[in-house]
């Protein structure tokens, strides 16, 4: 049994898991009730395509597919009527690489033999003909949370080293093999190393650039000698290297390699390697733009903006205090954030068009995220373009997805207001023609006592976590200090002594949605916990996510006159 079979077994026996919720609470969580017949969506505002909107138009749906869309369409006789003249429907949402259900395939054991200056490709974080799907969990909590922000589409990338293998297109409707669009969609890349890829070659970005030179060339040899191979005799018979093959369909630009970078100089770095070697080049998961606008519009590069924002920490420091260096710093700060928030806007201004990826953030953060850029620059219509047709066009399927249309995948996500409005909430999203719905909540400060509409969570809080080995609980202590919330949580020790306890990390609330994390050591792995959920009154309702392992309800309350400010 490998590493991760064993802590899997170990935290299951024991009960730790705990579980994240709903942002908003499914009424039909298995997305079953698929329209499979006639249906008329009538009377809605529908935003057909960024800066296209119609009034009081109908959508007829058949079989999964858009059939109608318009002002004056026939309701066909068999069709069921769905009234939505309160209603504001958009394209569903694309993400343009997201690693959500994906779990890192298990690392091999290094021979007994290992050369660190030479390590096999598997050892070394080079994987390029991996397919995504094979360590992919359509059914793991962190789609559905996907789904449950509007997306309907995404392009999932493998987990691991600089190569860790080939991208695959997934419609999030239903469980079914249907739901893969397109496999082998993007070879996927990284610039950054990997904790498993220290102290070995490839072991800096310098080497890395450089192995992925050796390797991009010899691909290319080893196809000319195969095509040669093949034309003609007398030759030697080419060598099968499957790494090399991996490339094939990059080098002849028949799928594109999918970077990611995480500043101004790793896109530098990935720009030069396409500059030397002519393949088409996604720059995923960039924050830092500005620097290099020039650069990726010249050479057409297509970009995947973080949809992940850093938090405000630093923009309501008080400096009069300070000395001239500490002003100094912290106004760099504050500039730094400033124009973190700009990156959209300076995208939008300079006609690059963009799409979003969800690695490393949370899809529940959208709507604020994107107020915040709406707020620095970016056009609501830039908005859902980054959201609808620009990942469309990235991924090559805006034939079927990325605007409502005649003949395109039935992927709509139903507001019951306007979508940039900031009160309004995600009722329905129908993805390849199955119908999702989602309870709305009404805004409440619970208790009362927090401050703008936010719940208060400070205080001592016991939960209970539901898994299949059974129930466990713990405690949740949070306090606050000024604007800081810190906590600590306990939970059933993977080791079978007792409880255990760590701190709780990046506490969040917003509103009534909180959120947090937090480390288990187990079976020599360091694993993080992630947990979001709604506070309602005295009551938290959510689940916890690990990433290879899936996620879990939790339910907590917290203890009477426990408000810890």
Do not use: C
Request: a neutral charge; hydrophobic letters at 40%.
């Amino acid at each position: 049994m490998n590493i991760k079979l064993k802590v899997f077994s170990s935290l299951m026996f024991f009960g730790f898991f705990l579980s994240s919720i709903f942002a908003w609470s499914q009424s039909d969580p298995s997305g079953e009730r698929r329209v499979t017949g006639t249906y008329a969506i009538k009377g809605a505002t529908i935003t057909t395509s960024p800066g296209k909107t119609v009034s009081g138009a109908t959508i007829i749906i058949k079989n999964g597919l858009i059939e109608e869309v318009g002002t004056n369409v026939k309701i066909p006789v068999e069709a069921q009527v769905i009234e939505a003249d309160s209603l504001f429907i958009y394209a569903g949402f694309i993400d343009g690489a997201s690693n959500a259900g994906v779990a890192k395939p298990t690392d091999p054991e290094r021979p007994s033999n290992f050369d660190p200056s030479n390590p096999p490709d598997e050892i070394a974080g080079i994987t390029p003909w991996r397919n995504v799907l094979d360590n992919f969990d359509f059914k793991n909590g962190q789609v559905s949370d996907l789904r449950k922000s509007g997306f309907t589409v995404a392009q999932i990338i493998p987990d691991g080293g600089m190569l860790p293998g080939k991208s695959a297109i997934v419609v999030l409707g239903g469980n079914a093999s249907t739901n893969i669009i397109g496999q082998n969609a993007a070879l996927t890349a990284k610039l950054s190393i990997s904790r498993g890829g220290r102290g070995m070659y490839p072991g800096t970005q310098l080497g890395i650039m450089a192995k992925f030179r050796d390797l991009y060339k010899n691909a290319e040899y080893s196809a000319q000698h195969k095509r040669l191979f093949a034309a003609n005799s007398g030759l030697t018979r080419p060598e099968v290297n499957k790494t090399l093959e991996a490339f094939y369909p990059a080098i002849d630009k028949s799928i594109p390699i999918m970077f990611e970078v995480s500043n101004d100089l790793e896109i530098r770095r990935a720009l030069s390697l396409q500059k030397e070697n002519g393949f088409r080049l996604v720059l995923v998961g960039v924050t830092e733009a500005d620097m290099v606008i020039n650069e990726i519009k010249a050479t057409n590069t297509q970009v995947l903006l973080s949809m992940k924002l850093p938090e405000d920490k630093i923009t309501k420091a008080k400096i009069e205090d300070l000395s001239e260096e500490m002003k100094a710093r912290t106004i760099r700060a504050q500039e730094a954030y400033k124009n973190s928030l700009k990156q959209a806007g300076l995208l939008e201004k300079a006609g690059i068009p963009f799409g979003f990826t969800s690695i490393d953030g949370k899809t529940s953060d959208l709507p604020k995220n994107l107020k915040l850029m709406i707020e620095n620059g970016l056009s609501e219509n830039a908005a859902l373009a980054a959201l609808t047709t620009n990942p469309a066009n990235i991924l090559g399927i805006s034939k079927f997805a990325g605007t409502i249309e005649k003949g395109k995948l039935a992927n709509m996500v139903i507001f019951n207001g306007p979508m940039f409005n900031e009160d309004s909430k995600i009722k329905h999203v129908i993805a390849d023609g199955y119908i999702f719905d989602y309870e709305i909540k009404e805004k409440k400060a619970s208790n009362g006592n927090g401050k703008n509409g936010t719940a208060d969570i400070a205080g001592e809080w016991e939960y209970t976590s539901d898994t299949p080995a059974g129930s466990s609980g713990g405690t949740m202590i949070i306090t606050k200090e000024g604007e800081t919330l810190k906590g600590t949580i306990t939970y059933d020790n993977p080791s079978g002594n007792g409880k255990a306890s760590s701190e709780m990390k990046n506490i969040s609330i917003s509103g009534n949605y909180m959120t947090f994390s937090f480390d288990v050591a187990a079976g020599g792995m360091a694993l993080v916990v992630s947990v979001s959920g709604d506070v309602d009154e005295n009551k938290f309702s959510g689940n916890m996510s690990l990433a290879d392992f899936g996620s879990f309800p939790l339910n907590a309350s917290k203890k009477p006159n426990q408000s810890t400010r």
